[in-house]
């Protein structure tokens, strides 16, 4: 993309997918979680400040009494009034309220970062899709178990879904 996207903050939401200490933890491509997490981190400081909303989806095993350790957000990533989610599969609207949350708020763009590229995110995106939202893809704010698994997403799914951008060029119209 050669030029800055223009997103409206009014119809427009950051999704951050599994961004948890567990997943953020894991050996990841093309880059460490913690770069992920930095990307992300600059992400939810412009939409929190342009007022758009900034959700957080985490995964939790299903039928286990105990979450395993690190099952939370990374500390200091959520604020209040940005919408957490709860998903029990690898997408983030199926069996949650997350479409009738971002519904009620005028949502029709979603910008996506998060872990794994090819997995949570990807799946989340694909329902988001088909329920009509326009798609939007941090490449930056991504990482993926392995590289080429980041790259098949990034280079040959996400340009059919949507559009691909770097952190950098995600701006807002005044």
């Excluded at 989806?57 to 919408?83: H, K, T, Y």
Aim: glycine share 10%.
């Amino acid at each position: 993309m050669t030029a800055p996207l223009a997103l409206d903050p009014a119809r427009s939401a950051l999704v951050l997918v599994d961004l948890m200490d567990r997943i953020v933890a894991l050996p990841l491509e093309p880059r460490k979680g913690t770069e992920v997490l930095h990307a992300a981190g600059e992400l939810t400081t412009a939409f929190r400040a342009a007022g758009a909303p900034v959700v957080l989806i985490r995964v939790e095993r299903d039928g286990v009494a105990e979450q395993p350790a690190g099952s939370e957000l990374v500390a200091g990533l959520a604020r209040d009034g940005d919408i957490e989610v709860v998903k029990r599969t690898i997408g983030g609207f199926q069996g949650t309220n997350l479409h009738d949350r971002l519904h009620e708020r005028g949502v029709t763009t979603l910008v996506f970062g998060g872990i794994a590229t090819n997995l949570g995110v990807e799946s989340t995106a694909r329902a988001a899709g088909d329920l009509g939202y326009d798609l939007v893809f941090v490449e930056d704010a991504m990482a993926a178990l392995t590289g080429p698994e980041h790259d098949a997403s990034v280079r040959l799914d996400f340009p059919r879904l949507g559009t691909v951008v770097t952190a950098a060029e995600v701006r807002f119209v005044a």
